[in-house]
């Protein structure tokens, strides 16, 4: 694998389910981050790890919950979603410069959920 | 408030012409921006970028032009190809916040 993937890639979830998204990177990168697409609208930054620390967390509610065991992999815990939820997540990565400087984030395909 | 605006969210360009992609933006702290292009099922993936310092970088087909005093930027591809046809995001970085805001996209069609 190559690259950044996440799976899976499709997922239909009702209300009072639990389940977790997955995101790995090959990169050898020491950031990653959590967005957020629905139709129509830009991607917003949910959550942000460095060095396997969360640096950002942007007000997102709590029925998402982040998790970064190692520098190449990060999940999304889902659990009690709302239908508005439903929308395109997506994974990216970087070499996060610490000092300042810009390297620009690699995305994985997304996974496309849907909340019945 | 959207603090990245792409105000078109389609444009048709003809093959072998000029597509113009526009952005407008509101915080002058923004140290670089940059260009991602999105085909149907994949991530966005980098084109090109520009810091704030420069008005203008280019790559093959693909320039950004940056007018700071106006608050925007735009991205010309010349000559347009099909395969071109994609949604194109503009994104805007902060050192200080270490965060990539982005546009709503423009959907760009080349027609053959």
């Known amino acids: 694998e190559t690259g950044v993937t996440q799976t899976p890639r499709h997922l239909v979830m009702g209300m009072t389910n639990k389940k977790s998204l997955k995101c790995e990177q090959h990169?050898?990168?020491?950031?990653m981050y959590w967005y957020k697409q629905s139709a129509k609208k830009p991607l917003e930054l949910m959550f942000v790890?460095?060095?396997?620390?969360?640096?950002e967390n942007n007000s997102v509610p709590s029925r998402f919950s982040p998790e970064c065991p190692n520098s190449s992999h990060l999940f999304l815990h889902l659990h009690t979603l709302q239908p508005e939820d439903s929308a395109l997540y997506l994974c990216a990565s970087s070499q996060d410069p610490l000092t300042g400087g810009f390297n620009e984030q690699f995305f994985g395909p997304g996974t496309r959920l849907t909340v019945l | 408030d959207q603090q990245v605006k792409q105000n078109s969210p389609s444009l048709s360009v003809q093959e072998g012409r000029i597509s113009i992609l526009n952005c407008d933006y509101t915080n002058s702290m923004f140290d670089y921006f940059l260009w991602y292009k999105k085909y149907p099922a994949e991530g966005p993936t980098f084109l090109i970028s520009i810091s704030s310092i420069k008005d203008k970088n280019e790559d093959g087909r693909f320039t950004v032009f940056l007018n700071k005093s106006a608050k925007h930027l735009s991205l010309h591809i010349v000559p347009s190809q099909p395969g071109d046809s994609a949604v194109y995001f503009c994104a805007a970085y902060s050192g200080s916040a270490r965060q990539l805001t982005f546009g709503s996209g423009t959907q760009l069609t080349v027609l053959p």
């Open positions: 990169l050898g990168h020491n950031a």
């Open positions: 790890y460095s060095l396997e620390e969360r640096v």
